[in-house]
C-alpha cells in the first residue's frame, strides 16, 4: 500500500468518526452505492475508492428475500473476506448480520466477479486477530464498536465456488 493511500485513508477514517458523517452517511452512500453499482455492472463502488470493498448477497433471515448490500472487507491473507456489522455506530446490529446468522450461505461480487461463500461469526479470540487486520486497513475502525455501545459483530466470508 503506498503512502498516498495510506495518508489519505488516515484522514478520512477520522472524517468517518464524526457525528456529522454517522448522520449523514447511512442516508446518502447506500443510494449513490446502488446506482454505481447499476451503471458500472457491480465494477465500481464508491466506498471500493478509499478501502476494498463489496457486495453481499444474503438472504432476509425472516422474509427469504435476496438482500444486496455494498460492505468494506478485509482480506485475511488466506483468500477469505472480514466484514464488521459496524452500521455506522448506531445501536443496532445492521440487518445483513441477522441474515448471515440465520443463512450463512451467501453470495458475494468483488470488481464484478459473484462467487458463493460461507458466513462464520468469529469468537472473541478470533475477532481480536480480524480487528487487528481491520485496523490495519482502515485506522480507528474499531472506533465505531466503542460508540455503539455493542460487540459488533465480525464474519469471515469463505468462498465456496465462482459464480
Given at each position: ?24 452517511a ?18 465500481v463502488q ?5 478501502v476494498?470493498s ?8 425472516r ?23 459496524t ?15 440465520a ?37 480507528g475502525?474499531?472506533a ?20
Open positions: 500500500m503506498t503512502s498516498v493511500v495510506v495518508s489519505v485513508r488516515t484522514v478520512f477514517a477520522a472524517f468517518t468518526r464524526t457525528r456529522l458523517f454517522r448522520r449523514w447511512p442516508r446518502v452512500l447506500p443510494p449513490i452505492e446502488r446506482w454505481l453499482e447499476r451503471v458500472s455492472a457491480g465494477r464508491l466506498s471500493a475508492l478509499l476494498p463489496l457486495v453481499l448477497y444474503s438472504r432476509g433471515a422474509s427469504g428475500a435476496t438482500r444486496e448490500t455494498p460492505l468494506m472487507y478485509t482480506a485475511d491473507g488466506h483468500g477469505r473476506a472480514l466484514v464488521a456489522g452500521s455506522f455506530a448506531r445501536e443496532r446490529h445492521p440487518a445483513w448480520t441477522y441474515n448471515l446468522l443463512h450463512p450461505e451467501a453470495e458475494i461480487s468483488v470488481r464484478g466477479r459473484r462467487m458463493s461463500v460461507r458466513a462464520d461469526s468469529l469468537d472473541p479470540a478470533e475477532r481480536e486477530e480480524a480487528w487487528r487486520l481491520i485496523e490495519r486497513q482502515w485506522p475502525y474499531r465505531y464498536e466503542r460508540s455503539s455501545g455493542r460487540d459488533v459483530r465480525v464474519f469471515r466470508l469463505t468462498p465456496t465456488s465462482v459464480i
